[in-house]
């Protein structure tokens, strides 16, 4: 199975209704990819979730974060990745890409966008992912 980073701007997104919410559906109703997290990664989905404007139902948060903890693959992340000095914060998703061997990372960040690959690990926004993903199962199915 396909092991994805997702950094929280996706996440994010997928849950308000953008492009992301593509992202979202293959990972929760289909199971078409397994999400890599760090307990820093479901911290920052949570604090980002859970903040006021977003308005999200707090069973919806509860209910995602669950998703992530039961059908995740949850690394460590001991390695310590200083690549991106702009926002430092975004290494972490790096870190555990790295330490879990991952297919890709699906983001929005600039930051982590304007790396195009984190060492052979292919950085995709979300439309890129679901693209990759709709020509993978027409080639397979």
């Known amino acids: 199975m396909l092991r994805v980073v997702l ?5 994010v997104s ?4 953008g492009v992301s919410a593509g992202v979202i559906d293959l990972l929760v109703e289909q199971r078409r990819f397994q999400a890599i997290f760090s307990d820093e990664i479901l911290r920052e989905y949570e604090d980002v979730l859970r903040r006021p404007r977003l308005r999200l139902h707090a069973k919806v948060v509860t209910s995602l974060l669950s998703f992530f903890e039961t059908y995740g693959l949850k690394v460590a992340s001991q390695n ?4 991106i000095a702009a926002d430092p914060s975004d290494n972490k998703f790096l870190a555990a890409a790295k330490e879990a061997g991952a297919d890709c990372i699906v983001s ?18 979300s439309r890129q992912f679901l693209q990759m993903m709709h020509t993978a199962e027409t080639r397979t199915g």
């Open 14 to 17: 997928g849950i308000i209704g």
């Open 108 to 125: 929005g960040d600039k930051h982590l966008l304007s790396l195009g690959k984190f060492e052979d690990i292919p950085i995709l926004n």
């Open 80 to 83: 310590l990745v200083q690549v």
């Open 7 to 11: 950094d929280t701007s996706t996440v």
